[in-house]
């Protein structure tokens, strides 16, 4: 599948050294590889991709990037989030683009076939921004408060994102709600239109962004509409040293 002749696609992973819980992840070694280079190196194998570029606020990283051949730019380590940063580079790269793919720096098993349905998903609907959705099937997962949860409509845009479990199905014991009802989580990549994620960078913080500490309800409390992409790839993001052992493990 060639890059769409209707759509240019550029993907950015923010890559950030002075993670407070894990400091340095980006660089970690993953059986051979860097965090940062599993990442890149899916992205670069997506086929309806333009460009990608490691958007980093580190030397370091920038170091590495360079080792690996994959472009980077610098960026002002104050920025307060990974989207900041996504949009922070697309501006200072000076250049045009029809969707801006923000895939995190954390998903060393990403896969490209997931970056290509992302854009193919935002090529193909009139959504404002693309992301992929899991079934969830362990009530480990669905009590899991980092666990994102996500309720859809019929048409797959997201009614709602929240850390709690939603729906709450009313009646029944909540060890047995996964028999009754398919619920689903969400999975922290996006694929925004440029003026989108312009908005973002613009508004301000919501209430419900706040209180269940999920930025995409920013965007999403002033009305953006998500279109969500079903998945079956098994990811793990690499929060804690643990999260990397499970990865290790997994490779």
């Not at 992840?25 to 460009?51: F, Y």
């Not at 790269?93 to 801006?100: E, G, P, Q």
């Not at 992301?131 to 859809?152: D, M, R």
Request: hydrophobic content about 45%.
């Amino acid at each position: 599948m060639p890059p769409s002749k209707n759509l240019r696609a550029v993907a950015i992973i923010p890559a950030r050294f002075g993670s407070v819980r894990f400091p340095g992840k980006p660089l970690i070694d993953l059986n051979g590889k860097t965090l940062v280079q599993r990442v890149w190196e899916a992205a670069m194998a997506a086929t309806t991709l333009n460009r990608v570029i490691v958007a980093t606020d580190d030397e370091r990283i920038a170091a590495h990037c360079e080792n690996i051949g994959a472009e980077y730019i610098i960026t002002s380590p104050d920025l307060p989030t990974g989207t900041d940063r996504v949009s922070a580079a697309y501006q200072a790269l000076n250049i045009s683009a029809d969707a801006i793919l923000n895939i995190q720096g954390d998903e060393p098993l990403l896969q490209s076939k997931l970056i290509d349905e992302l854009v193919l998903a935002i090529e193909n609907s009139s959504a404002d921004v693309a992301t992929p959705i899991k079934k969830i099937t362990s009530n480990e997962e669905l009590f899991n408060p980092t666990i994102v949860k996500v309720a859809l409509r019929n048409d797959f845009t997201a009614l709602y994102f929240s850390r709690s479990t939603i729906p709450h199905y009313r009646g029944i014991d909540p060890e047995m709600w996964l028999y009754h009802y398919q619920y689903w989580k969400h999975i922290g990549l996006y694929a925004y239109r440029p003026h989108v994620l312009q908005r973002f960078v613009e508004l301000p913080q919501s209430a419900l962004e706040i209180a269940e500490s999920l930025e995409q309800l920013r965007l999403f409390t002033d009305g953006a509409v998500f279109q969500c992409v079903e998945t079956e790839c098994e990811l793990i993001a690499v929060d804690t040293p643990e999260d990397a052992e499970r990865v290790r493990l997994f490779l």
